[in-house]
Protein backbone atom coordinates (compact mmCIF):
# COMPACT_ATOMS: atom_id res chain seq x y z
CA UNK A 1 0.00 0.00 0.00
CA UNK A 2 1.86 3.08 -0.97
CA UNK A 3 1.45 6.62 0.32
CA UNK A 4 -0.88 7.60 -1.75
CA UNK A 5 -3.30 5.41 -1.13
CA UNK A 6 -3.61 6.46 2.13
CA UNK A 7 -5.22 10.27 1.01
CA UNK A 8 -8.56 10.55 2.80
CA UNK A 9 -10.49 11.82 -0.32
CA UNK A 10 -13.10 13.98 1.17
CA UNK A 11 -15.87 14.84 -1.48
CA UNK A 12 -17.65 17.43 -0.31
CA UNK A 13 -16.95 21.43 -0.63
CA UNK A 14 -17.87 23.60 2.30
CA UNK A 15 -20.64 26.15 1.04
CA UNK A 16 -18.69 29.75 0.50
CA UNK A 17 -19.70 31.71 3.25
CA UNK A 18 -22.74 34.35 2.50
CA UNK A 19 -21.00 36.84 4.92
CA UNK A 20 -20.42 39.55 2.23
CA UNK A 21 -23.80 38.84 0.91
CA UNK A 22 -26.04 39.51 3.88
CA UNK A 23 -24.40 41.91 6.05
CA UNK A 24 -26.56 44.63 4.71
CA UNK A 25 -29.84 42.79 4.64
CA UNK A 26 -33.11 44.78 5.54
CA UNK A 27 -31.29 47.86 6.80
CA UNK A 28 -29.68 50.61 4.50
CA UNK A 29 -30.07 49.62 0.91
CA UNK A 30 -26.62 51.99 0.22
CA UNK A 31 -24.58 49.71 2.65
CA UNK A 32 -23.14 47.44 0.68
CA UNK A 33 -22.19 49.61 -1.99
CA UNK A 34 -18.94 50.15 -1.79
CA UNK A 35 -18.65 46.23 -1.17
CA UNK A 36 -20.49 45.49 -4.63
CA UNK A 37 -18.62 47.86 -6.53
CA UNK A 38 -15.16 46.33 -5.16
CA UNK A 39 -16.57 42.94 -5.73
CA UNK A 40 -17.02 44.21 -9.48
CA UNK A 41 -13.78 45.91 -10.02
CA UNK A 42 -12.44 42.25 -8.89
CA UNK A 43 -14.28 40.47 -11.17
CA UNK A 44 -13.39 42.76 -14.32
CA UNK A 45 -9.86 43.14 -13.57
CA UNK A 46 -7.91 39.82 -13.07
CA UNK A 47 -4.23 39.36 -13.18
CA UNK A 48 -3.23 35.71 -13.88
CA UNK A 49 -0.15 33.95 -13.39
CA UNK A 50 -0.05 30.89 -15.49
CA UNK A 51 1.78 27.88 -14.08
CA UNK A 52 2.58 25.97 -16.65
CA UNK A 53 2.87 22.39 -15.45
CA UNK A 54 1.58 20.44 -18.17
CA UNK A 55 0.17 20.48 -22.13
CA UNK A 56 -2.80 22.73 -21.06
CA UNK A 57 -0.30 25.23 -21.11
CA UNK A 58 -0.64 25.56 -25.44
CA UNK A 59 -4.46 26.29 -25.34
CA UNK A 60 -3.17 29.73 -23.49
CA UNK A 61 -1.18 31.89 -25.93
CA UNK A 62 -4.03 31.93 -28.29
CA UNK A 63 -6.44 32.51 -25.43
CA UNK A 64 -4.26 35.45 -24.77
CA UNK A 65 -3.35 36.77 -28.32
CA UNK A 66 -5.49 38.27 -31.06
CA UNK A 67 -8.02 35.04 -32.12
CA UNK A 68 -9.55 35.18 -28.86
CA UNK A 69 -8.19 37.96 -26.93
CA UNK A 70 -8.56 37.47 -23.07
CA UNK A 71 -7.88 41.05 -22.63
CA UNK A 72 -11.22 42.21 -23.53
CA UNK A 73 -12.93 40.15 -20.17
CA UNK A 74 -9.76 42.21 -18.24
CA UNK A 75 -7.77 39.17 -17.61
CA UNK A 76 -3.69 39.25 -18.84
CA UNK A 77 -0.79 37.72 -18.03
CA UNK A 78 1.55 38.59 -14.70
CA UNK A 79 4.74 37.35 -14.17
CA UNK A 80 4.81 37.07 -10.47
CA UNK A 81 2.69 35.66 -7.70
CA UNK A 82 2.73 38.58 -5.43
CA UNK A 83 0.83 41.09 -8.43
CA UNK A 84 -1.68 38.11 -9.66
CA UNK A 85 -5.18 36.66 -8.65
CA UNK A 86 -5.53 33.64 -10.50
CA UNK A 87 -3.07 30.87 -10.07
CA UNK A 88 -3.67 28.83 -13.67
CA UNK A 89 -2.23 25.42 -13.08
CA UNK A 90 -2.49 23.61 -16.83
CA UNK A 91 -1.82 20.13 -16.61
CA UNK A 92 -0.56 17.42 -14.56
CA UNK A 93 1.65 18.01 -11.42
CA UNK A 94 3.94 15.89 -10.24
CA UNK A 95 5.07 15.52 -6.82
CA UNK A 96 7.80 17.69 -7.07
CA UNK A 97 6.04 20.01 -9.20
CA UNK A 98 2.97 20.61 -6.44
CA UNK A 99 5.71 21.75 -4.02
CA UNK A 100 6.33 25.02 -6.05
CA UNK A 101 2.65 25.29 -6.98
CA UNK A 102 1.50 25.62 -3.01
CA UNK A 103 4.78 27.76 -2.42
CA UNK A 104 3.84 30.02 -5.27
CA UNK A 105 -0.21 29.68 -4.14
CA UNK A 106 1.06 30.80 -0.52
CA UNK A 107 2.95 33.83 -1.61
CA UNK A 108 -0.33 35.11 -3.83
CA UNK A 109 -2.23 37.96 -2.21
CA UNK A 110 -5.94 37.29 -1.35
CA UNK A 111 -8.25 37.16 -2.89
CA UNK A 112 -7.04 34.53 -4.93
CA UNK A 113 -8.17 32.51 -7.09
CA UNK A 114 -6.96 29.05 -8.29
CA UNK A 115 -7.91 27.35 -12.14
CA UNK A 116 -7.22 24.03 -12.72
CA UNK A 117 -7.65 22.88 -16.55
CA UNK A 118 -7.15 20.00 -18.01
CA UNK A 119 -8.68 16.69 -16.50
CA UNK A 120 -5.30 16.01 -15.06
CA UNK A 121 -5.96 18.69 -12.23
CA UNK A 122 -10.02 16.89 -12.05
CA UNK A 123 -8.69 13.37 -11.49
CA UNK A 124 -5.07 12.76 -12.50
CA UNK A 125 -6.56 11.91 -16.14
CA UNK A 126 -4.05 9.85 -18.53
CA UNK A 127 -1.82 9.96 -15.07
CA UNK A 128 -3.65 8.13 -13.25
CA UNK A 129 -2.02 5.15 -12.43
CA UNK A 130 1.64 7.11 -11.78
CA UNK A 131 3.44 7.08 -8.88
CA UNK A 132 4.95 10.72 -9.30
CA UNK A 133 1.69 12.64 -10.14
CA UNK A 134 -0.68 13.94 -7.62
CA UNK A 135 -4.43 13.34 -8.71
CA UNK A 136 -6.76 15.43 -7.07
CA UNK A 137 -5.66 19.44 -7.36
CA UNK A 138 -8.07 20.34 -4.45
CA UNK A 139 -6.71 18.17 -2.58
CA UNK A 140 -3.86 20.65 -1.71
CA UNK A 141 -5.05 23.60 -2.99
CA UNK A 142 -9.01 25.36 -2.70
CA UNK A 143 -9.64 25.09 -6.21
CA UNK A 144 -12.11 28.03 -7.66
CA UNK A 145 -12.63 26.61 -11.18
CA UNK A 146 -12.28 23.43 -13.38
CA UNK A 147 -12.01 23.57 -16.81
CA UNK A 148 -12.11 19.80 -17.79
CA UNK A 149 -11.14 18.24 -21.27
CA UNK A 150 -7.57 16.86 -22.98
CA UNK A 151 -7.02 19.92 -23.63
CA UNK A 152 -9.95 22.48 -23.38
CA UNK A 153 -10.15 24.46 -26.30
CA UNK A 154 -9.80 28.29 -25.82
CA UNK A 155 -13.07 28.30 -25.88
CA UNK A 156 -13.41 26.83 -23.10
CA UNK A 157 -10.66 28.53 -21.08
CA UNK A 158 -12.63 31.76 -21.60
CA UNK A 159 -16.11 30.57 -21.00
CA UNK A 160 -14.76 28.87 -17.48
CA UNK A 161 -13.31 32.14 -16.64
CA UNK A 162 -16.43 34.02 -17.67
CA UNK A 163 -17.79 31.31 -14.72
CA UNK A 164 -15.34 32.62 -12.38
CA UNK A 165 -16.52 36.28 -13.31
CA UNK A 166 -19.63 35.70 -12.43
CA UNK A 167 -18.73 34.33 -9.16
CA UNK A 168 -16.21 36.61 -8.20
CA UNK A 169 -19.04 39.39 -9.24
CA UNK A 170 -21.52 38.10 -6.76
CA UNK A 171 -19.01 37.41 -4.19
CA UNK A 172 -18.80 33.67 -4.07
CA UNK A 173 -15.73 33.15 -4.81
CA UNK A 174 -14.39 33.00 -1.40
CA UNK A 175 -11.83 29.18 -1.46
CA UNK A 176 -9.14 31.07 -0.68
CA UNK A 177 -11.26 31.62 2.75
CA UNK A 178 -11.02 28.28 2.72
CA UNK A 179 -7.49 27.32 2.64
CA UNK A 180 -7.24 29.51 5.42
CA UNK A 181 -10.40 27.80 7.69
CA UNK A 182 -9.45 24.61 6.93
CA UNK A 183 -5.48 24.48 6.71
CA UNK A 184 -5.44 20.95 8.69
CA UNK A 185 -6.93 19.49 6.26
CA UNK A 186 -4.93 20.59 3.44
CA UNK A 187 -1.32 20.64 5.20
CA UNK A 188 -2.76 17.03 6.49
CA UNK A 189 -2.96 16.22 2.68
CA UNK A 190 0.51 17.91 1.51
CA UNK A 191 2.18 16.02 4.40
CA UNK A 192 0.96 12.65 3.12
CA UNK A 193 2.63 13.14 0.32
CA UNK A 194 5.65 15.27 1.16
CA UNK A 195 6.34 13.73 4.05
CA UNK A 196 5.72 15.20 7.67
CA UNK A 197 8.43 17.42 7.91
CA UNK A 198 6.84 19.30 4.86
CA UNK A 199 7.08 23.08 5.53
CA UNK A 200 6.95 26.50 3.87
CA UNK A 201 8.31 29.56 3.90
CA UNK A 202 4.72 31.24 4.40
CA UNK A 203 3.44 31.46 8.05
CA UNK A 204 -0.27 30.43 7.06
CA UNK A 205 -1.74 30.15 10.32
CA UNK A 206 -0.06 33.55 11.29
CA UNK A 207 -1.59 35.07 8.61
CA UNK A 208 -5.20 33.56 9.35
CA UNK A 209 -4.63 35.08 12.86
CA UNK A 210 -3.92 38.83 11.41
CA UNK A 211 -6.86 39.05 8.98
CA UNK A 212 -9.27 37.14 11.15
CA UNK A 213 -9.81 34.34 8.81
CA UNK A 214 -9.10 31.58 11.60
CA UNK A 215 -11.62 28.94 11.72
CA UNK A 216 -12.59 25.86 13.69
CA UNK A 217 -10.42 23.29 11.47
CA UNK A 218 -7.28 26.02 10.93
CA UNK A 219 -5.60 24.25 13.88
CA UNK A 220 -5.44 20.41 14.68
CA UNK A 221 -2.87 17.31 14.32
CA UNK A 222 -0.78 18.39 11.36
CA UNK A 223 -0.67 21.93 12.00
CA UNK A 224 0.94 20.20 15.55
CA UNK A 225 3.09 18.22 13.47
CA UNK A 226 4.10 21.49 10.93
CA UNK A 227 5.17 23.24 14.87
CA UNK A 228 7.45 20.36 15.35
CA UNK A 229 9.41 19.70 12.34
CA UNK A 230 9.07 23.71 11.77
CA UNK A 231 12.90 25.27 11.51
CA UNK A 232 12.89 28.94 11.91
CA UNK A 233 13.77 30.81 7.91
CA UNK A 234 17.79 31.87 8.37
CA UNK A 235 18.92 34.18 5.97
CA UNK A 236 21.22 32.78 2.90
CA UNK A 237 24.73 33.66 3.96
CA UNK A 238 26.71 36.28 1.44
CA UNK A 239 28.62 33.92 -0.86
CA UNK A 240 30.68 35.60 -3.72
CA UNK A 241 31.41 32.35 -5.49
CA UNK A 242 33.54 33.96 -8.24
CA UNK A 243 37.23 32.52 -8.17
CA UNK A 244 38.68 36.47 -9.46
CA UNK A 245 37.32 38.00 -6.72
CA UNK A 246 37.87 35.79 -4.16
CA UNK A 247 41.62 36.81 -3.97
CA UNK A 248 40.36 39.67 -2.50
CA UNK A 249 38.55 38.33 0.74
CA UNK A 250 39.85 38.12 3.81
CA UNK A 251 40.49 34.76 4.80
CA UNK B 1 -1.47 84.44 -4.60
CA UNK B 2 -4.64 84.35 -3.01
CA UNK B 3 -4.48 81.02 -0.63
CA UNK B 4 -7.86 79.98 -2.22
CA UNK B 5 -6.56 79.40 -5.96
CA UNK B 6 -3.75 77.59 -4.08
CA UNK B 7 -5.16 75.01 -2.29
CA UNK B 8 -7.37 74.68 -5.29
CA UNK B 9 -4.76 74.02 -7.83
CA UNK B 10 -2.88 72.01 -5.34
CA UNK B 11 -6.00 69.86 -5.29
CA UNK B 12 -7.27 69.91 -8.60
CA UNK B 13 -4.14 70.06 -10.51
CA UNK B 14 -2.95 66.49 -9.71
CA UNK B 15 -6.35 64.67 -9.99
CA UNK B 16 -6.99 65.99 -13.54
CA UNK B 17 -3.52 64.39 -14.00
CA UNK B 18 -4.70 61.42 -12.55
CA UNK B 19 -7.96 61.12 -14.49
CA UNK B 20 -6.16 62.22 -17.99
CA UNK B 21 -3.04 59.72 -17.12
CA UNK B 22 -6.09 57.07 -16.59
CA UNK B 23 -7.28 57.75 -19.96
CA UNK B 24 -3.82 57.55 -21.50
CA UNK B 25 -3.12 54.28 -20.15
CA UNK B 26 -5.87 53.16 -21.50
CA UNK B 27 -4.92 54.19 -25.09
CA UNK B 28 -1.60 52.79 -24.75
CA UNK B 29 -3.33 49.36 -24.22
CA UNK B 30 -5.66 50.23 -27.11
CA UNK B 31 -3.34 51.19 -29.41
CA UNK B 32 -1.41 47.41 -28.63
CA UNK B 33 -4.39 45.65 -29.02
CA UNK B 34 -5.17 47.39 -32.11
CA UNK B 35 -1.73 46.62 -33.63
CA UNK B 36 -1.88 43.06 -32.31
CA UNK B 37 -5.47 43.05 -34.08
CA UNK B 38 -7.15 42.95 -30.80
CA UNK B 39 -10.65 44.31 -28.98
CA UNK B 40 -8.50 45.36 -26.23
CA UNK B 41 -9.84 46.06 -22.27
CA UNK B 42 -12.77 47.61 -22.27
CA UNK B 43 -13.23 51.86 -21.15
CA UNK B 44 -12.77 51.27 -17.81
CA UNK B 45 -10.21 49.27 -17.32
CA UNK B 46 -7.30 51.26 -15.53
CA UNK B 47 -9.52 52.33 -13.02
CA UNK B 48 -10.55 48.44 -12.29
CA UNK B 49 -7.11 47.55 -11.93
CA UNK B 50 -6.46 49.98 -9.41
CA UNK B 51 -9.29 49.28 -7.25
CA UNK B 52 -8.71 45.73 -7.46
CA UNK B 53 -5.33 46.55 -6.30
CA UNK B 54 -6.15 48.59 -3.64
CA UNK B 55 -9.00 46.46 -2.24
CA UNK B 56 -6.69 43.29 -2.26
CA UNK B 57 -7.23 41.43 1.39
CA UNK B 58 -3.98 40.38 2.13
CA UNK B 59 -1.42 42.88 1.99
CA UNK B 60 2.73 41.63 2.03
CA UNK B 61 4.48 44.29 3.11
CA UNK B 62 8.54 43.98 3.19
CA UNK B 63 8.57 47.13 5.93
CA UNK B 64 8.48 50.53 6.65
CA UNK B 65 11.20 51.59 3.81
CA UNK B 66 9.03 49.26 0.82
CA UNK B 67 6.22 51.52 1.64
CA UNK B 68 7.85 54.94 1.93
CA UNK B 69 9.54 53.95 -1.17
CA UNK B 70 6.14 53.64 -3.23
CA UNK B 71 4.99 57.15 -0.96
CA UNK B 72 8.06 58.75 -2.90
CA UNK B 73 7.39 57.84 -5.80
CA UNK B 74 3.88 58.88 -6.26
CA UNK B 75 4.30 62.28 -4.50
CA UNK B 76 7.41 62.87 -6.70
CA UNK B 77 4.71 63.03 -9.19
CA UNK B 78 2.15 64.52 -7.73
CA UNK B 79 4.56 67.10 -6.77
CA UNK B 80 5.65 67.68 -10.24
CA UNK B 81 1.88 67.77 -11.89
CA UNK B 82 1.50 70.84 -9.49
CA UNK B 83 4.38 72.52 -11.60
CA UNK B 84 3.20 71.61 -15.13
CA UNK B 85 1.27 74.54 -16.62
CA UNK B 86 -2.70 73.54 -17.68
CA UNK B 87 -4.83 75.83 -19.55
CA UNK B 88 -6.55 78.13 -16.70
CA UNK B 89 -4.04 76.73 -13.56
CA UNK B 90 -0.86 78.20 -14.03
CA UNK B 91 -0.27 80.07 -10.70
CA UNK B 92 2.13 77.29 -9.22
CA UNK B 93 4.18 76.69 -12.50
CA UNK B 94 4.85 80.20 -12.71
CA UNK B 95 6.21 79.93 -9.52
CA UNK B 96 7.84 77.09 -9.90
CA UNK B 97 9.97 76.30 -13.17
CA UNK B 98 11.96 73.56 -15.67
CA UNK B 99 14.95 72.91 -12.98
CA UNK B 100 12.01 72.36 -10.37
CA UNK B 101 10.28 69.86 -12.64
CA UNK B 102 13.30 67.77 -13.21
CA UNK B 103 14.04 67.52 -9.70
CA UNK B 104 10.91 66.48 -9.06
CA UNK B 105 10.58 63.76 -11.86
CA UNK B 106 13.98 61.98 -10.28
CA UNK B 107 12.07 61.49 -7.01
CA UNK B 108 9.97 58.63 -8.40
CA UNK B 109 13.04 56.54 -9.53
CA UNK B 110 15.11 57.17 -6.18
CA UNK B 111 11.61 56.21 -4.23
CA UNK B 112 11.47 53.12 -5.86
CA UNK B 113 14.95 52.17 -5.28
CA UNK B 114 14.66 52.32 -2.18
CA UNK B 115 11.63 50.62 -1.67
CA UNK B 116 12.93 47.57 -3.90
CA UNK B 117 15.63 47.26 -1.94
CA UNK B 118 14.30 46.31 1.21
CA UNK B 119 12.30 43.64 -0.01
CA UNK B 120 15.70 42.11 -0.90
CA UNK B 121 15.04 40.31 -4.45
CA UNK B 122 17.49 39.55 -6.90
CA UNK B 123 15.31 40.22 -9.72
CA UNK B 124 14.16 43.35 -8.29
CA UNK B 125 18.01 44.63 -7.73
CA UNK B 126 19.04 43.85 -11.25
CA UNK B 127 15.87 45.49 -12.37
CA UNK B 128 16.52 49.15 -10.37
CA UNK B 129 19.93 49.20 -11.27
CA UNK B 130 19.30 48.77 -15.25
CA UNK B 131 16.72 51.98 -14.13
CA UNK B 132 19.20 53.67 -12.78
CA UNK B 133 21.34 53.34 -15.63
CA UNK B 134 18.83 54.04 -18.55
CA UNK B 135 17.79 57.06 -16.36
CA UNK B 136 21.84 57.97 -16.30
CA UNK B 137 21.30 57.29 -20.27
CA UNK B 138 18.33 59.28 -21.25
CA UNK B 139 19.24 62.18 -19.03
CA UNK B 140 22.06 63.40 -20.99
CA UNK B 141 19.95 64.09 -24.04
CA UNK B 142 16.95 65.27 -21.88
CA UNK B 143 19.71 68.34 -20.33
CA UNK B 144 21.02 69.02 -23.69
CA UNK B 145 17.47 69.69 -24.67
CA UNK B 146 16.10 71.33 -21.87
CA UNK B 147 19.30 73.84 -21.74
CA UNK B 148 18.94 74.44 -25.62
CA UNK B 149 14.77 75.26 -25.08
CA UNK B 150 15.82 77.49 -22.37
CA UNK B 151 18.03 79.49 -23.98
CA UNK B 152 16.05 79.35 -26.56
CA UNK B 153 13.03 81.13 -25.26
CA UNK B 154 15.31 83.33 -22.73
CA UNK B 155 13.59 81.69 -19.60
CA UNK B 156 12.94 78.79 -17.48
CA UNK B 157 9.31 79.65 -16.52
CA UNK B 158 6.97 77.14 -18.26
CA UNK B 159 4.19 79.74 -18.17
CA UNK B 160 6.62 82.30 -20.18
CA UNK B 161 7.42 80.16 -22.53
CA UNK B 162 3.90 78.69 -23.45
CA UNK B 163 2.93 82.82 -23.94
CA UNK B 164 5.80 83.38 -26.41
CA UNK B 165 4.42 80.61 -28.19
CA UNK B 166 1.08 81.44 -28.23
CA UNK B 167 1.30 84.59 -28.98
CA UNK B 168 3.42 84.07 -32.50
CA UNK B 169 1.09 81.45 -33.55
CA UNK B 170 2.62 77.92 -35.03
CA UNK B 171 5.78 79.15 -36.62
CA UNK B 172 7.17 80.01 -33.39
CA UNK B 173 6.21 76.39 -31.67
CA UNK B 174 9.31 74.97 -30.38
CA UNK B 175 8.96 72.06 -32.84
CA UNK B 176 8.82 74.48 -35.94
CA UNK B 177 11.58 76.56 -34.67
CA UNK B 178 13.84 73.93 -32.75
CA UNK B 179 13.25 70.23 -35.23
CA UNK B 180 16.82 68.84 -34.47
CA UNK B 181 16.11 69.40 -30.57
CA UNK B 182 12.42 68.17 -30.74
CA UNK B 183 13.50 64.81 -32.43
CA UNK B 184 16.13 64.52 -29.70
CA UNK B 185 13.38 65.13 -27.26
CA UNK B 186 11.08 62.42 -28.50
CA UNK B 187 14.25 59.96 -27.94
CA UNK B 188 14.89 61.40 -24.56
CA UNK B 189 10.61 60.83 -23.91
CA UNK B 190 10.95 57.32 -25.18
CA UNK B 191 13.44 56.84 -22.41
CA UNK B 192 12.02 58.28 -19.87
CA UNK B 193 8.54 56.54 -20.17
CA UNK B 194 9.93 53.31 -20.25
CA UNK B 195 8.70 51.95 -22.91
CA UNK B 196 9.48 49.22 -25.47
CA UNK B 197 13.05 49.21 -26.86
CA UNK B 198 14.05 51.09 -23.81
CA UNK B 199 12.00 48.71 -21.17
CA UNK B 200 15.45 46.27 -20.05
CA UNK B 201 14.69 46.97 -16.75
CA UNK B 202 11.49 45.62 -17.01
CA UNK B 203 11.89 42.91 -18.98
CA UNK B 204 8.99 40.51 -17.64
CA UNK B 205 10.26 36.73 -19.31
CA UNK B 206 13.47 37.70 -17.98
CA UNK B 207 13.50 38.72 -14.18
CA UNK B 208 10.15 39.04 -13.60
CA UNK B 209 9.07 42.90 -14.22
CA UNK B 210 12.15 43.95 -12.26
CA UNK B 211 11.23 46.51 -9.49
CA UNK B 212 7.53 45.72 -9.72
CA UNK B 213 8.24 41.98 -8.88
CA UNK B 214 7.65 41.63 -4.89
CA UNK B 215 5.19 44.75 -4.91
CA UNK B 216 1.48 43.04 -4.79
CA UNK B 217 -1.95 44.67 -3.76
CA UNK B 218 -1.32 48.19 -2.99
CA UNK B 219 2.39 48.56 -3.44
CA UNK B 220 1.27 47.53 -7.26
CA UNK B 221 -1.72 49.38 -7.00
CA UNK B 222 0.72 52.71 -6.54
CA UNK B 223 2.46 51.96 -8.79
CA UNK B 224 0.01 51.93 -11.19
CA UNK B 225 -1.26 55.81 -10.31
CA UNK B 226 2.72 56.37 -11.32
CA UNK B 227 2.31 54.97 -14.62
CA UNK B 228 -0.56 57.60 -14.80
CA UNK B 229 1.10 60.08 -13.64
CA UNK B 230 4.42 59.00 -15.65
CA UNK B 231 2.34 59.12 -18.72
CA UNK B 232 1.11 62.62 -18.19
CA UNK B 233 3.85 64.30 -16.92
CA UNK B 234 5.92 63.30 -20.48
CA UNK B 235 2.95 64.54 -22.54
CA UNK B 236 2.34 68.08 -21.01
CA UNK B 237 6.34 68.96 -20.91
CA UNK B 238 6.48 67.64 -24.15
CA UNK B 239 3.36 69.63 -25.40
CA UNK B 240 4.72 72.70 -22.66
CA UNK B 241 8.18 72.94 -24.61
CA UNK B 242 7.95 72.31 -28.02
CA UNK B 243 3.88 72.68 -29.19
CA UNK B 244 2.49 75.79 -27.64
CA UNK B 245 0.76 74.12 -24.91
CA UNK B 246 -2.77 74.43 -24.87
CA UNK B 247 -4.77 77.09 -25.45
CA UNK B 248 -7.70 75.79 -24.42
CA UNK B 249 -8.71 72.36 -22.20
CA UNK B 250 -9.72 71.35 -26.13
CA UNK B 251 -6.27 71.83 -28.08
CA UNK B 252 -3.93 70.65 -24.90
CA UNK B 253 -5.44 67.06 -24.69
CA UNK B 254 -5.86 66.99 -28.31
CA UNK B 255 -1.93 67.32 -28.57
CA UNK B 256 -0.77 65.59 -25.62
CA UNK B 257 -2.39 62.06 -26.89
CA UNK B 258 -1.06 62.86 -30.25
CA UNK B 259 2.53 63.35 -28.60
CA UNK B 260 2.00 60.05 -26.35
CA UNK B 261 0.54 58.25 -29.55
CA UNK B 262 4.36 58.41 -30.72
CA UNK B 263 6.01 56.66 -28.44
CA UNK B 264 3.61 54.40 -27.60
CA UNK B 265 3.37 52.97 -31.52
CA UNK B 266 6.92 52.80 -31.90
CA UNK B 267 7.28 50.59 -28.28
CA UNK B 268 4.74 48.25 -29.66
CA UNK B 269 6.19 47.49 -32.76
CA UNK B 270 9.91 47.43 -31.14
CA UNK B 271 12.16 44.39 -29.37
CA UNK B 272 14.21 46.06 -26.48
CA UNK B 273 17.60 46.88 -26.63
CA UNK B 274 19.89 45.65 -23.93
CA UNK B 275 21.83 47.91 -21.08
CA UNK B 276 24.54 48.61 -23.25
CA UNK B 277 22.97 49.28 -26.43
CA UNK B 278 20.63 51.54 -24.77
CA UNK B 279 23.54 53.80 -23.09
CA UNK B 280 25.31 53.43 -26.18
CA UNK B 281 22.17 54.46 -28.63
CA UNK B 282 21.07 57.52 -25.96
CA UNK B 283 24.55 58.92 -25.89
CA UNK B 284 25.06 58.89 -30.01
CA UNK B 285 22.18 59.55 -31.31
CA UNK B 286 19.67 61.84 -29.72
CA UNK B 287 23.10 63.69 -28.07
CA UNK B 288 24.27 64.26 -31.28
CA UNK B 289 20.98 65.52 -32.68
CA UNK B 290 20.86 67.65 -29.59
CA UNK B 291 24.29 69.09 -29.64
CA UNK B 292 23.66 69.60 -33.51
CA UNK B 293 20.37 71.58 -32.50
CA UNK B 294 22.06 73.43 -29.86
CA UNK B 295 24.58 74.84 -32.26
CA UNK B 296 22.07 76.71 -34.84
CA UNK B 297 20.53 77.94 -31.65
CA UNK B 298 23.61 79.52 -30.01
CA UNK B 299 24.95 82.54 -31.26
Known amino acids: MSALDKIQVREERLPPSKGQAQAGKGTNPLANVFDELINFARSRSLFMLHYCTGCGAIELPPAMTSRFDMERLGVQPMVSPRQADILL ?84 ANSWKDYYQRY ?50 DALDMKIEIPELQRFQRP | MEWKTLALEL ?114 SIGISRALTAMLAYDVPLVIVIFGVAFHYGTINLVDMIATQQAGGVATWGAAQMPLLAIAGLFAMQGMLGKQPFEIYVAPAEIATGPMVEMGGKFLGGLFVMQCFQLYTAAVLYVTLFLGGGENWATFLVKSFAVLAIPVTIAMVFPRYRTEDLVRLMWKWPVMLGLLGLAFILP
Open chain 1, 89 to 172: VTGYVSVKTLKRVILTYEQMSAPKYVIGICSCTVNGGMYWQSYATAKKLNDYLPVDIYIAGCMPRPEAVIAGLRDLIENIKHGE
Open chain 1, 184 to 233: DHYLGNQQRLFGEDWQTPTNVIGEARHYGLFGPETLGAHTALLEQYQRPL
Open chain 2, 11 to 124: VLMPLVAFIVGMAMVLMMRKIAAKLQRRVGPPLLQPLYDIVKLHAKQTQVSHGLIHEIGIVMAIGGYVAAETLLPVPGMNGIAAQGGLIALLYMTMIPSLGLALGVGQCANPNG
